[in-house]
Nanobody, 115 residues
Framework: QVRVVESGGGLVQPGGSLRLSCSAS????????MGWHRQTPGKQRELVAT???????NYADSVKGRFTISRDNAKTTVYLQMNSLKPEDTAVYCC?????????WGQGTQVTVSS
């Protein structure tokens, strides 16, 4: 079992920045990928950014050039640096950890971009 805990959400003005953190604990060996998804009411959950075990990254087109995913040396914590935030980035951001054939999700953290 993998425990996933996110932090770092909040309220920010348009054009501002936030950094989200996601830490995995428990059975963390052989984690394949960690990443961020986001969801707003009435819309499907969408991928924001992921990083695999070998360091490969993937971003949604809507966040390329503004968001950066990174991780610590132990590969159990990932960060999402979000710059130039827009109102449409408002969502609950959830961290997903993939280990083997299983996905583990955190509770999510709210990001609100508003003036």
């Amino acid at each position: 079992q993998v425990r996933v805990v996110e932090s770092g959400g909040g309220l920010v003005q348009p054009g501002g920045s936030l950094r989200l953190s996601c830490s995995a604990s428990g059975s963390i060996f052989s984690i394949y990928a960690m990443g961020w998804h986001r969801q707003t009411p009435g819309k499907q959950r969408e991928l924001v950014a992921t990083v695999t075990r070998d360091g490969s990254t993937n971003y949604a087109d809507s966040v390329k050039g503004r968001f950066t995913i990174s991780r610590d040396n132990a590969k159990t914590t990932v960060y999402l640096q979000m710059n130039s935030l827009k109102p449409e980035d408002t969502a609950v951001y959830c961290c997903k950890v993939t280990r083997g054939s299983n996905d583990y999700w955190g509770q999510g953290t709210q990001v609100t971009v508003s003036s």
